[in-house]
């Protein structure tokens, strides 16, 4: 099935489920959901799988949320979100719809234990850092936000006048860009933006794949 946009009513949907998020409204808005939302989500992944494959199979991620060691404890989550990558923190190219609008990212959403030896490690190396430094800077001057959770003061092991202490206090780093619902996230429009988008993250998850790649921890 190719991808003509998001179906009219994939906003108005999670705008009520925010308001109720409860067994009721899930099963009486099932059908937009998969209609509106999880279909067009598949069609869009599918497409844009023989240019970013690369880094792994399509995925949309489950609606349900997992509240076993959440304090918040309502079911559903309130957006749907696609992603191609090899390994969670390896580099992902990532899109969203929800009530915000139109999300696209890339990069390291999440970085184990060995993987934030290996982006520290990375940083570091004057060559390899620098080319980061580089892609994230472009990358925020085309509009995209540089994101991930960040130590408040140095890694251990590293001076504070390291010349990209600021990259090395990350604990993960990625960069994201949401386009507010508009007309064209129903149209064949969305499918320019999260390509052209990808596109632009291309060189940062190729980084993140070449020196973080994916965790050696046994999957939890």
Known sequence: MKFLGFGEHAIDFYDGLEADNSKVYWDANKHLYQADVREPMLALL???????????????????????????????????????????????????????????????FHLEADQLARFRTAIDDSRRGDALVKI?????????????????????GYELDHPRIDLLRHKSLYASMTWDPDDVLHERGSFDRVRKAWRALRPFNEWAADHVGVSERPAR
């Open 136 to 156: 994230i800077a472009k990358l925020a001057k085309a509009g995209f936000e540089i994101k991930g959770e960040q130590l408040k003061t140095k890694p251990r």
């Open 46 to 108: 599918a497409e844009l799988e023989p240019e970013f494959g690369g880094l792994g199979e399509p995925k949309v991620f489950r609606p349900y949320r997992d509240t076993r060691f959440s304090k918040e404890k309502t079911p559903y989550k309130t957006h749907c979100g696609g992603v191609i990558e090899q390994g969670r923190g390896g580099g992902a190219y990532y899109v969203q719809v929800g009530p915000l609008g139109l999300t696209v990212g890339g990069g390291c």
